[in-house]
């Protein structure tokens, strides 16, 4: 069978003020593109579907469109909740899902058997699926309760929560002519951040080691993770990444799919398909007359300026570069020796005078950032 591996659409972003729907709109035109194409068997969506737990119409009409559009390339369709969608949310459309022929499952079900799904393929290959939605610590404790698995001990961790649920989804992995199969959404140790994750939910407490899988599957499709990557493991144990890059940390990534051939006897063969239809996220540095010089790249821009704080300076970087979206005085040159020369002492001394102080220690020498401090300083305090 042939399986596409898909995860973070992360729909609804917005990247410092400028809206990314344009581009979510073409990105997700290019998977659906690579579907048609590749037209394989089973489209997994690996959770963070939306960028928030409040989408916008807007937001949520392109979600459903591009599933709609997927399973209509005749591959069946499987979605999964991730941290930053609200899983009951997606489960309130799961009787459009039903009867558009997609399996959405936002969060973890009392009936741990709503989340192993069987198919076969137009060939006759048989495949299980086990999937698991994002659970935070507390849904994790609730989860083993409701399998009743016994109510967590305090000493275990959520590593250990995790791993029983997932050996009560696929303990039925045991049939040699079936493909077995796993997605999730989670953090497993020793894969790789992507820059953009929330960062709360990818910290060592929330990371798992990627034995919680059992070797008796052919492949596991895991989201939250925004760079494509393979993790060791039992089994094949992959991160899809995200199919565009969705802040400045992810900059190096290659935005892609990931195809997966497979069947019950052989081992997986996986391979990326880049998804280009997005701008590139890049950084520059410089003084304003480097910066004047540069061929501005057709990308989102952060920009670092190699130029002492001053009023205007954003205004003329953003004149000769457009589509800056984020600009900062280079952290390379505050952190140069000498630049934080003296560290004004707080007690006794005034508002004005500390703020003339942090302008003295930056060497910033504009008098008329002083005086607007005053000023607002004067309309605060009456």
Known sequence: MKILHTSDWHVGKVLKGQSRADEHKAVLAGVIDIARAEQPDLVIVAGDLYDTAAPSSEATRLVTRALTALRRTGADVVAIGGNHDNGPALDALRPWADAAGITLRGGVRENPDEHVIDGTTAG?????????????????????????????????????????????????????????????????????????????????????????????????????????????????????????????????????????????????????????????????????????????????????????????????????????????????????????????QRSGRSPRELFADYLDSRGHADEGVRELFDELFEEVEH
């Open 124 to 344: 006759g290959e048989r495949w299980r699926l086990a999937a698991l939605p994002f659970l935070s610590q507390r849904y994790a404790v609730r989860a083993l309760e409701m399998y009743e698995l016994t109510a967590a001990e305090t000493n275990q961790t959520y590593a250990d929560h995790l791993g029983r649920v997932l050996g009560r989804l696929t303990e039925g992995f045991t049939e040699p002519d079936r493909v077995h199969l796993v997605t999730a959404h989670l953090t497993v140790t020793g894969a790789a951040t992507g820059g953009g994750e929330r960062d709360a939910h990818t910290v060592l407490g929330y990371a798992v080691p990627a034995t919680v899988f059992p070797a008796t599957a052919h492949y596991v499709a895991l989201g939250h993770l925004h760079r494509a990557q393979r993790v060791a493991g039992p089994c094949p144990v992959r991160y899809s990444g995200s199919p565009l890059a969705v802040d400045f940390g992810e900059q190096e990534n290659v935005p892609s799919v990931t195809i997966v051939e497979v069947t019950a006897s052989t081992a997986a063969r996986v391979r990326e398909v880049p998804v280009t239809a997005a701008s590139a996220l890049r950084t520059v540095r410089g003084t304003l007359a480097q910066l004047a010089e540069i061929e501005a790249p057709d990308a989102w821009l952060r920009v670092y300026v190699r130029e002492q704080p001053r009023a205007g300076l954003r205004e003329e970087v953003q004149e000769l570069l457009p589509r800056a979206l984020e600009i900062r005085i280079d952290p390379e040159l505050l952190a140069a020796p000498g630049s934080g020369a003296r560290i004004a």
